[in-house]
């Protein structure tokens, strides 16, 4: 088949982008540049070997056969078969060699990129879409995969047989290695026109493909709306419209590779046809041998092979590199909030304070919260009441330092937070997200998300702590229980109280709870809630509050709103106060009695 | 997102797809009868090809002998040559195009047919089926019979070109010629298990590289998670499990690459190597012409592609023919929801309103030995408008897919203006019922084709009017390209309740006798319901109307309530009546009420 790959002009490398890239590869591949060299050499020897055939016939020709000694002809027998022998040898070694090369470069790649993509802060996830972030990890490094399984050893060997041939064929006959050129400009010109256009046509298959696909995707999943408006007809037929289009662009690409095909195939022809006529010209004259005049039109297609599949492999390379670019830009990126090298335990116990903080997300233009200050102590439970988008959410998350202020400061136990090792910031204070998030795995493996030493007995400990023990052993393998993609085995009450289990087993000092806003059915319901209660006691909470009963059962509440904190005080202060709580209370009141 | 496999799972799946070939096959035949005219031009042209290529050698010879050894009109010799390169040229420029476009025709119009067959299956098969799979059959499945029918061209002509370069040899002369050709059968047997061999080693490749996909999924959606308990090393250490399998499995297929490729390319060179040695020798005793022995080379040379290709197309025909296998699977699955036979028409009253709706002692189980609905009655009159109320799976939902005939019931009857569903043409009836889903689809498209679904070609002024009625012209307008703004999953994205107004003004607009709002305002803002509310009185006065809801509000649109509870209907009245009388009744609403706040 012919090029795979494709590049648009915004994605194509600079010249001193490339040079940094392929350093940077090289530096990289570093650990098993042994194996690099290994594979190099191999090459060299196949490609050597590749050319010392056609030269061995010669010799045999010329020295053996036309001479009339047997001797020679023996000896061009016997080294033939000894090259074709090293030939098979380095021919697996390489493969070997270029396969381990590449795919551990691919290896240390994934680890590279992933390792430093969960290194960086919330921030970063705020700003890149997470569909974006999954391609860089698996389409972008899949498509060097191509590159590194053949094309690599494609792209060096091509490039290798063409210098090599070039001097093989001047070595022996310098005319007729300019008979052999004449047909070159033309090969090459060509190659040049096709690299060019079948990239463009490939981008258009390609952009094409993924309508197509998007189309197929799209009326399988609304083919109920589709039936229900009796529309299949008009899906159907704008369905046939983006695949007719997606033919049309086959049709262009194959047609663009037909006369390039026809071209090569007949410039092969014709450069042998060239030889003949002017190589026996030759002959007749004395100047060379008929033996050369055979070396090299078996020699036409070591030079012309080699210009076709190179410019075929551009495509391939150049999207490679277009993919290592943005690989090597998260790579780059610059962790927000990271540990800083002077980084200190947090202390076992003490009160968090957040003091005159200000703090805007990277995109928004106004600050979600601004110069806003409040104190924990050991010990209290804070809930966070407001309107949405009022900044309770963001308070939370600065607590437990998913996002660092830009101003002021957040503390613990009089240690600033952007001063304490992650280590035991994760240990003191855990957020506990709204929904409760599933791996795959099982729910054991999902409790260990939360600490990853935790034994068996420590798991389940902190199910007991929760009062969940009962409820999973009713799943069928209990705790080993498969949960399957993002936990769609279990209900939405499971999942929470798995996450819960998870806040238990690291035994946190401070919870930070953004209250599940999603419908439980009653039962489970009730069973969360007592989850809850059983994982808060003894412990300092921050929560954001959505109901009145996790209201009343704090210490203090804090009411949010767009100007910082609006109201603070216990459940009966701020009642009495008849502001915006009392407000708020009411209304809860009122959905409760209907309750 | 592709569905996993583990390793077990594609070791089961090949070995079933080895049991299904004999039947791939006799379905690849009926397929390739179809195509048979142009896959046959394409052979001959490939015929033609190879016809010439295998004579430049020949005209080599010819020259060498007589216009180099001889002296001979060495000139001639070069021209024909060169016009043979022009031939050469030509056909294999059309042998490709029209196997290349042969083979996507094909593939176009293999997709149009699963796609248009499986829009049409009913709805109770696209419960169980996963998209995910439908999505292979019509993407990589056609890909491996595309493969497979590109080839066929060429197979013709290499088949051509080895059976003619094989007689030349043997004219020339049969000792070298038995000599030379003894290595090549291992070309083929090579490319013929090296095809096997590589196959399930890079399927087992892609499943390490799905999985390895998930992990990275999972860790992105999840990181908030991850960061909330600094298990990056956790979810690190499932990546590099999934990362060292990959680099296992990829050197597993590396090594089969490694032990048939090499061999594959150096076995022809041994050719060369015993025409050298055993044809040398033979020139030097008189037996053959050294244009002879350079021919054989160049011919030798020829063999090689061909036998190598025609040993991958037995493995490309058995992909091929698994993948066809799976694709008639879809095919041959028969939608179980078709037209009668003898449709009916239904009533088109002159002045009387239109859209009475009857459920007669329906049953009706998604598991039929699990009923849902069971001894179901229910009469709407025309222009009557009724909500329906009910706990969460209490069969709500249900009721409207049975009229729009998305399921059949076990037993009973449903009637729309006196006439049996079933009797009906599924455009006819799908026509005159206007249902806005539980969960809202929206298309991919503006805002206007979004509205415009049902009545491909209506008026913007249309548009606007279903728009204003549904409480969605204003937003509508706020977009940046109003109307004309693209929505959906890859558009721009719409609240909750935007989704819902859209979806709503969706129904209206195909003016249907029988209008279902199934939960449609759930999301919207409750002070925008009131609105929506108002503008609803005006889309429901004289069409049959469903409501299911839970809200007070939007209850009291209706004329009757109907209570579901325990698949049947406990009562019906109007709201205050059962608020009053029935307990069970305020207890679900109160339950329902309960959940909703929660949402919002
Ligand atoms: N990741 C984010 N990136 C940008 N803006 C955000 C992000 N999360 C929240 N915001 C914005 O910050 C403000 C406060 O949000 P949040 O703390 O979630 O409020 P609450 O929890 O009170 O509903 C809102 O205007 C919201 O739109
Ligand atoms: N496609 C389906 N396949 C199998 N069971 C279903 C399907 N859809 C709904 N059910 C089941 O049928 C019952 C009634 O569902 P539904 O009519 O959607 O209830 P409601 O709309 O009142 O919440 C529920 O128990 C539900 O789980
Ligand atoms: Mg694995
Ligand atoms: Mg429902």
């Known amino acids: ?595 | 997102m592709s569905t996993i496999e583990t390793d077990s799972e594609v070791a089961t799946r090949l070995e079933f797809e080895q049991e299904q070939r004999s039947e791939g096959w006799k379905l690849l035949r009926a397929m390739l009868k179809v195509q048979r005219r142009n896959l046959l031009i394409g052979g001959l042209i490939g015929i033609l090809w190879a016809s010439f290529k295998v004579m430049v050698p020949q005209m080599t010879k010819y020259a060498i002998n007589d216009g180099i050894e001889k002296d001979g009109p060495l000139l001639r010799w070069a021209v024909i040559i060169g016009l043979l390169g022009v031939l050469t040229g030509v056909l294999s420029g059309m042998r490709r195009y029209v196997a290349f476009r042969e083979s996507r025709w094909a593939e176009t119009l293999f997709r149009e047919r699963l796609f248009r067959h499986v829009i049409g299956l009913h709805v109770g098969y696209h419960d169980t089926a996963q998209t995910g799979q439908l999505m292979s059959r019509a993407s990589s499945d056609l890909m491996q019979i595309q493969g497979f029918i590109v080839m066929i061209p060429i197979t013709l002509s290499n088949v051509l070109q080895i059976f003619a370069v094989t007689a030349i040899l043997f004219i020339t002369d049969p000792v070298l010629a038995v000599v030379a050709l003894i290595p090549l059968p291992f070309v083929n047997l090579s490319a013929r298990r090296f095809s096997h061999r590589i196959h399930p080693a890079s399927i087992a490749v892609q499943a390490e590289q799905a999985q390895l996909a998930n992990v990275v999924e999972e860790s992105v959606s999840g990181i908030r998670v991850i960061k909330g308990f600094g298990a990056e090393q956790v979810q690190f250490e499932k990546l590099e499990r999934e990362a060292d399998d990959i680099l296992r499995e990829s050197m597993k297929a590396a090594r089969i690459r490694s032990s048939f490729l090499p061999a594959i390319d150096v076995l022809p060179a041994l050719g060369l190597v015993a025409v050298l040695g055993v044809g040398g020798h033979r020139v030097l005793n008189g037996q053959l012409s050294i244009g002879d022995l350079v021919a054989f080379n160049v011919y030798l040379t020829l063999l090689i592609w061909p036998l190598r290709n025609i040993g991958m197309i037995v493995a490309l025909g058995q992909r091929a023919a698994a993948a066809l296998v799976r694709i008639n699977e879809v095919l041959e699955t028969e939608s179980e929801i078709t037209d009668p036979a003898k449709p009916q028409s239904l009533p088109t009253g002159g002045s009387q309103t239109l859209g009475a709706v009857k459920f007669d002692h329906v049953q009706f189980g998604y598991n039929p030995s699990f009923p849902v609905l069971s001894n179901f009655n229910l009469s709407i009159a025309a222009g009557e408008s009724i909500a329906i109320v009910g706990a969460t799976g209490s069969g709500k939902s249900t009721i409207a897919r049975l009229l729009l005939r998305f399921y059949d019931t076990n037993v009973g009857h449903v009637f729309l203006d006196g006439v049996d569903v079933r009797k009906l043409r599924l455009r006819e009836l799908r026509q005159q019922i206007g249902v806005v889903f539980e969960e809202t689809v929206l298309f991919n498209d503006s805002v206007a084709n979004n509205i415009g679904f049902a009545r491909p070609g209506a008026s913007q002024q249309d548009l606007e009017r279903a728009a204003k009625l549904a409480g969605a012209h204003d937003f509508i307008l706020q977009l940046p390209n109003g109307y004309q703004t693209i929505i959906g999953e890859r558009g721009f994205s719409l609240s909750g309740g935007q989704r819902q107004r859209i979806a709503i003004a969706r129904a209206i607009i195909a003016d249907p006798r029988v209008l279902v709002l199934d939960d449609a305002t759930s999301a919207v803002d409750p002070s925008k319901e009131s609105e929506i509310r108002d503008a609803m009185r005006t889309v429901m006065s004289g069409r049959t109307t469903i409501v299911i809801a839970h809200r007070p509000g939007t209850i009291a649109l209706a004329d009757r309530v109907v209570f579901l509870d325990g698949g049947t209907i406990a009562a019906i009245g109007k709201h205050e009546e059962l608020v009053s009388s029935n307990e069970r009744y305020r207890e679900v609403l109160a339950s329902m009420e309960h959940n909703a706040e929660e949402e919002s």
């Open chain 1, 1 to 595: 088949m012919w090029s795979s790959g494709g590049v648009s002009d915004e994605d194509r490398l600079s010249r001193a982008q490339a040079k940094t890239i392929v350093g940077r590869v090289f530096k990289m591949a570093a650990p098993f540049r042994k194996t690099m060299w290994m594979a190099f050499a191999c090459v060299c020897v196949t490609t050597v070997c590749a050319l010392a055939g056609p030269v061995l016939v010669k010799h045999g020709i010329d020295a053996g056969i036309r001479a009339n000694d047997v001797g020679e002809l023996n000896l061009s027998v016997a080294i033939y078969l000894l090259v074709a022998f090293l030939a098979y040898v380095f021919g697996r070694m390489q493969f070997l060699y270029l396969n381990r090369t590449g795919e551990s470069f691919l290896r240390v790649l994934r680890l590279a990129v992933f390792r430093q993509m969960q290194r960086q802060s919330m921030a970063f996830y705020d700003r890149n879409k997470a569909g974006v972030l999954v391609a860089r990890m698996t389409a972008d490094i899949e498509s060097m995969a191509e590159l590194v399984q053949w094309g690599l050893l494609q792209f060096i060997a091509a490039g290798m047989l063409l210098v090599f041939a070039f001097f093989v064929l001047l070595t022996l006959s310098w005319q007729l290695t300019i008979v052999a050129l004449l047909v070159m400009p033309l090969l090459i010109a060509a190659s040049i026109k096709f690299q060019h256009d079948s990239n463009k046509a490939y981008l258009m298959v390609r952009e094409r493909v993924g309508a197509n696909l998007s189309a197929l995707q799209e009326g399988i999943t609304t083919v109920r709306v589709i039936q229900a408006y009796a529309q299949e007809k008009e899906t159907i037929e704008k369905f046939t419209k983006s695949n007719r289009e997606l033919f049309q662009s086959h049709e262009r690409s194959v047609r663009i590779s037909t006369w390039y095909f026809a071209l090569i195939e007949f410039g092969g022809v014709f450069a042998s046809a060239l030889m003949i006529g002017i190589g026996g010209w030759l002959v007749h004259r004395g100047d060379v041998t008929l033996g050369t005049v055979v070396a090299f039109t078996l020699l036409l297609s070591s030079l012309f092979d080699p210009v076709q599949q190179l410019s075929q492999l551009y495509n391939t390379v150049q999207s490679a590199g277009a993919a290592l670019n943005k690989l090597f830009q998260i790579l780059d990126a610059k962790p927000e909030v990271d540990e800083h090298p002077a980084a200190v335990m947090l202390p076992e116990a003490g009160e968090l304070r957040v003091d005159g903080v200000t703090f805007n997300y990277a995109a928004a233009v106004n600050p979600a919260l601004n110069n806003v200050s409040i104190t924990v102590v050991v010990g209290e439970k804070l809930a966070l009441v407001g309107p949405t988008g009022a900044g309770k959410s963001t308070l939370a998350k600065l607590m437990a330092r998913l996002y660092d202020p830009q101003s002021g400061v957040v503390s613990y136990g009089g240690v600033n937070l952007t001063m304490a090792t992650m280590d035991s910031l994760r240990k003191r204070i855990v957020v506990v997200p709204q929904e409760g998030f599933l791996f795959n795995g099982t729910i054991r493996d999902n409790l260990r998300i939360a600490r990853s030493d935790a034994t068996d007995e420590q798991i389940d400990a902190a199910v007991a702590a929760i009062g969940a023990t009962e409820h999973f052993a009713t799943l069928p393998d209990g705790l080993d229980t498969e949960v399957r993609e993002r936990g769609s085995r279990l209900s939405a009450g499971e999942r929470q109280l798995v996450a819960l289990a998870r806040a238990a087993l690291v035994d946190p000092r401070v919870l930070v709870l953004d209250e599940a806003t999603s419908n439980l059915d009653p039962g489970t319901e009730a069973e969360v809630e007592q989850a809850l209660e059983r994982l808060m006691s003894g412990r300092t909470v921050i929560v954001v509050a959505h109901r009145l009963s996790t209201v009343q059962r704090a210490d203090h509440i804090a009411v949010i709103d767009a100007a910082g904190i609006a109201e603070y005080g216990t459940h009966e202060q701020l009642v009495a106060l008849n502001g915006r709580y009392g407000a708020l209370a009411a209304a809860w009141q009122k959905s409760q009695i209907v309750n």
